[in-house]
């Protein structure tokens, strides 16, 4: 009995002797891995252009149901969100969203410092979402592993892909 | 029935279907993609592989294709047998190879059968590194997309666009590996069911193109079953419908097939499919309109229409309850029209309110009368409406006088169904099952007996074996002597050329020789003449059958003899509206007119609807759409559209149904009903009439009040469970479980979640709380199973592959009074026609002469521009040459169209397009007569005064 108190007592007089685990936040700052998961941002692909294709996969992913998209087509046929919103209030950062994303669009950065006065500043558009850059993923472009022809890419341009098929011709 | 063992287990099953059925109704999981219930078995896609045992000896046992094969008694099978799973992943593995990686940009990803499938082999990886083969894409119209890359090559879709549907520009183009589905040049799909494609193709080369310019997935619509509205047929549909993008308010995004064993099976037409876009048009609406009284400058409406500003619901609600409470105290006479394209409760509320003297069917004289011929005809015992199956199993069809391509056009792809009986029975008579489809089609026999008369005929006409184009009272005539020669009557007054007796000869030797002879008529020729005909024919062949007779009548709208059961005889009629008011013109007491979601311009020729607001002080409109009539309203209140509100249509066989509301109507739009209890909730003083009024609350509280007080609809109380019905405790969801963005979607606006809104109609509820699966209740229409997410999944909430849904058929039959039908054998009539002159016969088509599915934007695209069709000997005699623009001239102006070449239209005719925008107004004067004469001068085509 008296010698597990007096164990206990060394233990802690040791840690006066060992380095600090807290740091002075916010003055000073840990380190986060880049996969932490933090706040949501959407990514472009390595050509500037948004990577989200408004698939919707993210948004039934979500626990708490906080995304919500809407598919509008280019010209060209691209896909893209009209808009697209994360209700950060609700979000766990739970990163599923980001396991279902099959263009690698929406990622979780290592940033948590999201604090409002007002809740609903905490619900975010599509211009705050979106980023310059392509994220954890350089070189991944959606369309260019896609069967859909864009602006850009025709049919048969895309990696591992024939050229297209002229049903007209013999075709021995 | 056969016993079977499948992995062990002993099973009874049907000894008719094929093993890939009997396993899937047995509720086995099963892959497979060529086959599909409708269409029966080719074996093309190798994906169904089973094994087959010899006997309980045999350990290895053979691969065979599920879908091939017949039922052994006594067969063993096994599904998961490692052999037939290896088999099954390897070929699932083998059409993968060449898929695109599409799915996040493919509108049938999350529904579909490729997808469920390869979930289902197994096959979750792709081992393929090589190149894919990549095709061009077609232009395939405003309905289709077209995306060629995704295809595995099952025929389904040749099958049924060009088999079953009777399509002929849709191809298999090409060879081996490089087989090409589409049409030989760009362009639109010609046949009226190509919508069905988006559901038949098991992936995504067909996709719906209305759908995708708002789309999301099947899981993030909400929906409910609903009746569709564009035809009397019927047809159930699921439509979905989820919030819009930039505000709060549920856009309709699309309608997918709902499965009626008895109506529409696993098909639509294209004006169901694609028709629902009105909902969401810009003539849709909104707002409670009232009239501005200050002149805009600038204004293009025409001086007698009003113009409208927005006003205050609450206002317009107390002026309409001044003027009931007016009404009561006889200070004023409030008339109702009621309309056939709006369900009952709506009707009957209106009914209510102004009293049954002051309540009109919205119908004129002539409209109405076919409509009562219609109802009498079914009444009688000697006559039986087929449902869909019984078209499908008939062995020679008689049509008379309907182009139900254009009227009723899942009828016709019935009626398409029962032309290959006689090689079905050929098939059966050398014992190859009819599920055989392939082997079956290969039997040249030919068609049965499809003969037609009457003035116009679509799509059917290369399955007809004869046709017989005539003026409705030559198609009367026709088929009175095809009566008499059936009941062996020999009139003296029948005179007809010698050819036409010998088609009258040859085609009651086909009916009588017929096993199962069906009829088809209808009201959209317009002349009770043809119906009297076609009830002594019917009654010809029921004597000498002594069965009734199958006799199918096609009416206009979706609730025409809904309707028709508020009123007795013709009693009612809008000529009747006009000629009581100005006889009551002297009383001097101010009247108003509320219209019920009808366009009064369509039913009745434009003078006396001049006539009619000329003699009331105040038109109250409720409608949703802007029509013609609206623009002389003084009040306008929005109402809800079918897929916006509950209430019961009743069908073309007499069935009455009800639909659910699938969203809530945006802005201020509710059920017409509501409207009217609120008028009244706001009157000070109520008689006995107005308050039971007071007391609705609830959409069944006017079906039950309908049962009461009509004999006929008492059906209506047990058409389904009320408000209060309960599941386990649960109302039934509208939202499937994995419905997304709940916390999202409204939070530009509020970040905090406002709570679903409360349904006061039906036991549903509008959020994914409650009960989902279909099998508990057929309120759910979300055709969803686990691992099958496309609306394949339909068999497993069917008795049987094809056959009702569990629970039993949805709807019941109203129950009219039996009476035989009154001798019409010496009707014939007599018409003179004015000299110089030539008879306006209406020709219908699918895209143009519905007044709701015109608004639709995929549809108006397809409307053509005003014309008329006229016989070529005609053309010479008027000295007009094709494509000419031609005047008009009839009672209600002078209509300047096009005019076409028609070598079917009789002589003395013109056939004019029915309800064609432009020419609208010309559909209340036919079939009456007009003259014709070149145009003057070549401007464009229009109205005149």
């Known amino acids: 009995m008296i010698a597990s108190q007096i164990r206990s007592m060394w233990l802690v007089f040791k840690h006066l002797f060992r380095r600090n685990v807290t740091v002075q936040y916010p003055e000073e700052k840990p380190y986060l891995a880049p996969r932490y998961r933090g706040r949501i941002i959407l990514s472009r692909d390595p050509n500037g252009d948004e990577r989200c294709v408004a698939c919707n996969l993210c948004a039934v992913a979500c626990p708490p149901d906080c995304i919500s998209l809407q598919k509008t087509e280019d010209p060209d046929g691209r896909w893209r969100p009209e808009y697209f919103r994360i209700n950060f209030s609700r979000c766990i950062m739970c990163g599923l969203c980001e396991d279902a994303c099959p263009t690698y669009a929406i990622q979780l950065t290592p940033d948590f410092e999201m604090c409002e006065y007002d809740r609903q500043n905490m619900v975010y558009e599509k211009e705050d979402l979106l980023i310059d850059g392509p994220g954890k993923y350089h070189d991944y472009s959606f369309y260019q592993v896609a069967g859909k022809a864009i602006a850009g890419k025709d049919k048969g341009e895309a990696d591992n892909e024939a050229e297209p098929i002229n049903i007209k011709s013999l075709n021995l | ?945």
Not at chain 2, 875 to 885: K, P, R
């Open chain 2, 1 to 945: 029935m056969p016993t079977i063992t499948i992995d062990g287990e002993k099973y009874q099953v049907d000894g008719d279907q094929n093993l890939l059925s009997s396993c899937l109704t047995l509720g086995l999981n099963i892959p497979y993609f060529c086959w599909h219930p409708e269409m029966g078995s080719v074996g093309a896609c190798r994906q169904c592989a089973m094994i087959e045992y010899k006997d309980s000896e045999d350990q290895s046992g053979r691969l065979i294709m599920s879908c091939m094969t017949p039922i052994r008694d006594g067969g063993i099978y096994s599904v998961n047998a490692e052999m037939a799973k290896e088999f099954r992943g390897g070929i699932i593995e083998d059409l993968m190879t060449n898929h695109p990686h599409d799915c996040p940009v493919c509108e049938e990803g999350g529904e579909c059968h490729l997808q469920d499938m390869t979930e289902m082999s197994g096959h979750t990886m792709r081992r393929y590194r090589g190149s894919k083969r990549t095709h061009r894409n077609q232009y395939l119209g405003p309905f289709i997309n077209h995306e060629m890359n995704r295809c595995i090559t099952c025929y389904r879709c040749v099958r049924f666009y060009n088999e079953y549907a009777g399509g002929n520009d849709l191809q298999a183009l090409g060879r081996n590996h490089q087989i090409y589905f589409g049409r030989q040049e760009e362009g639109r799909l010609e046949n009226g069911f190509s919508g069905n494609l988006v559901e038949v193709c098991p992936t995504g080369v067909f996709t719906d193109k209305t759908f995708s310019a708002h789309f999301v997935r099947k899981w993030d619509l909400q929906t409910a079953p609903s009746i569709c509205e564009h035809c009397a047929v019927g047809c159930n549909t699921a439509p979905g419908a989820r919030e819009s993008s930039n505000n709060l308010d549920p856009i309709l995004r699309r309608i997918t097939n709902l499965y009626h064993h008895d109506i529409n099976g696993y098909f639509l037409c294209d004006r169901g499919r694609f028709g629902y876009e009105y909902v969401n048009s810009a003539t849709r609406i909104d707002k409670v309109l009232s009239v501005r009284d200050e002149d805009l400058i600038g204004s293009t409406a025409d001086n007698k229409d009003i113009l409208h500003k927005e006003i205050n619901p609450q206002d317009a609600v107390l002026n309409l309850s001044v003027q009931i409470t007016a009404a009561q105290r006889q200070l004023r006479r409030i008339i109702g029209i009621g309309s056939p394209r709006s369900s009952l409760e709506n009707n009957f509320a209106l009914r209510q309110l102004v009293g049954a003297d002051h309540f009109y069917s919205g119908l004129n004289y002539l409209d109405q009368e076919v409509l009562q011929l219609v109802n009498s005809l079914q009444s009688d015992d000697r006559i039986l409406s087929p449902s869909t199956p019984e078209i499908e199993t008939s062995d020679a069809v008689l049509i008379i006088g309907e182009d139900i391509y254009n009227t009723a056009p899942r009828i016709a792809l019935a009626v398409r169904q029962a032309a290959r009986n006689r090689q079905k029975q050929a098939a059966q008579s050398l014992k190859i099952p009819l599920w055989q489809d392939a082997s079956v089609r290969q039997l040249e026999e030919e068609h049965s007996p499809i003969i037609f008369i009457g003035t116009a005929l679509s799509n059917l006409d290369d399955i007809a074996d004869a046709t017989l184009f005539e003026s409705p009272q030559k198609t009367a005539l026709f088929t009175h002597a095809l009566a008499q020669e059936i009941s062996g009557y020999k009139a003296p007054n029948l005179k007809m050329p010698p050819h036409l007796q010998e088609m009258v000869k040859r085609t009651a030797a086909i009916l009588l020789k017929a096993g199962k002879p069906l009829i088809i008529s209808g009201t959209s020729g317009k002349h009770p003449g043809t119906l009297q005909a076609v009830a002594e024919l019917s009654r010809a062949l029921s004597d000498d059958k002594k069965t009734p007779t199958k006799l199918y009548l096609a009416c206009s709208e979706a609730n025409s003899l809904g309707l028709t059961q508020l009123f007795n005889g013709t009693e009612g009629n809008l000529q009747q509206l006009v000629q009581t008011l100005t006889d009551q013109r002297s009383a001097n007491i101010p009247t108003s007119l509320i219209i019920l979601e009808n366009d009064l311009y369509r039913r009745l020729d434009k003078h006396s609807v001049e006539k009619l607001f000329s003699l009331v002080d105040e038109v109250i409109l409720l409608d949703t759409l802007l029509t013609p009539t609206a623009k002389r309203a003084n009040c306008i209140f929005p109402a809800s559209a079918t897929a916006e509100s509950q209430g019961t249509f009743v069908n073309n066989n007499g069935l009455a149904q009800r639909f659910y509301a699938v969203y809530e109507g945006k802005g201020f739009i509710q059920e017409s009903w509501r409207w009217l209890v609120d008028a009244v909730d706001f009157c000070t003083e109520t008689c006995e009439n107005l308050s039971v009024l007071k007391e609705w609350k609830h959409s069944t509280d006017i079906s039950d009040a309908i049962a009461r007080e009509f004999r006929v609809l008492r059906v209506l109380d047990e058409l389904g469970p009320d408000e209060n019905f309960r599941i386990d405790g649960l109302r039934i969801a509208r939202q499937s479980s994995r419905y997304s963005g709940r916390t999202a979607i409204h939070a530009q606006e509020h970040v905090s979640e406002t709570p679903p809104i409360n349904d006061p109609d039906a036991p549903m509820s509008f959020s994914m709380e409650g009960i989902h699966n279909p099998n508990k209740t057929q309120l759910q229409a979300n055709i969803w199973s686990p691992g099958w997410n496309s609306n394949q999944s339909i068999f497993k909430f069917q008795e049987q592959v094809g056959g009702e849904r569990k629970g039993g058929p949805s709807g019941k039959m109203i129950e009219r009074p039996r009476h035989p039908i009154p001798d019409w054998t010496n009707t014939l009539e007599k018409s003179p026609q004015p000299p110089n002159s030539m008879q306006m016969l209406p020709i219908y088509r699918l895209f143009g002469s519905e007044e709701l599915s015109n608004q639709s934007m995929a549809i108006s695209e397809l409307i053509e521009a005003p014309f008329v069709l006229i016989n070529p000997k005609e053309m010479t005699q008027h000295g007009v040459n094709e494509g000419e623009l031609v005047d008009i001239e009839t009672s209600s102006g002078i209509y300047r169209t096009e005019i076409r070449r028609c070598n079917t239209t009789p002589e003395g005719c013109i056939g004019v397009p029915y309800g064609l925008p432009g020419l609208e107004t010309l559909a209340a004067l036919m079939p009456g007569y007009a003259t014709l004469r070149p145009a003057a001068t070549h401007s464009i085509a229009g109205v005149e005064n």
